[in-house]
């Protein structure tokens, strides 16, 4: 059974890009608009890694990344910062909040598949 990537980012390019990339290298990709849709899609669904960017509207990536670690069923969920935030403050607090990667855009989508296959859980 394919493992389930989620892919959080306002831009709807971003999203159909990354899940072309992802798609192609065997996984099944859930797409949110902000963290608020995603908290939403995330309850009563199991991911096995989720991709969010920083800067969104309604709740940016690093509140999202806060709130999924409250959450049980995510609490141990790896989670790739992809975005185009790459001051040194911006990736500390990433990963004080649980951030397993911090990717800057652009960015090569072999690179981030990569990321995923070796941060994916079983």
Same mark, same amino acid.
């Given at each position: 059974?394919?493992?389930?990537?989620?892919?959080?980012?306002?831009?709807?390019?971003?999203?159909?890009?990354?899940?072309?990339?992802?798609?192609?290298?065997?996984?099944?990709?859930?797409?949110?608009?902000? %963290?608020?849709? $995603?908290? #939403? /899609?995330?309850?009563?669904? =199991?991911?096995?890694?989720?991709?969010?960017? *920083?800067?969104?509207?309604?709740?940016?990536?690093?509140?999202?990344?806060?709130?999924?670690?409250?959450?049980?069923?995510?609490?141990?969920?790896?989670?790739?910062?992809?975005?185009?935030?790459?001051?040194?403050?911006?990736?500390?607090? %990433?990963?004080? $909040?649980? #951030? /397993?990667?911090?990717?800057? =855009?652009?960015?090569?989508?072999?690179?981030? *598949?990569?990321?995923?296959?070796?941060?994916?859980?079983?």
């Amino acid at each position: 059974m394919p493992k389930t990537i989620m892919v959080v980012d306002d831009s709807a390019s971003m999203r159909n890009v990354l899940g072309i990339a992802l798609r192609g290298a065997g996984y099944d990709v859930l797409q949110s608009i902000d %963290g608020v849709d $995603a908290l #939403a /899609k995330l309850k009563g669904q =199991k991911v096995n890694l989720i991709i969010t960017d *920083v800067n969104m509207p309604n709740m940016d990536g690093i509140s999202f990344l806060k709130a999924v670690k409250q959450m049980p069923a995510c609490k141990f969920t790896p989670v790739i910062m992809l975005t185009t935030v790459s001051s040194e403050d911006s990736k500390a607090e %990433g990963r004080a $909040a649980g #951030a /397993k990667a911090w990717v800057s =855009k652009p960015f090569q989508p072999e690179q981030l *598949v990569d990321a995923v296959q070796r941060l994916c859980l079983p």
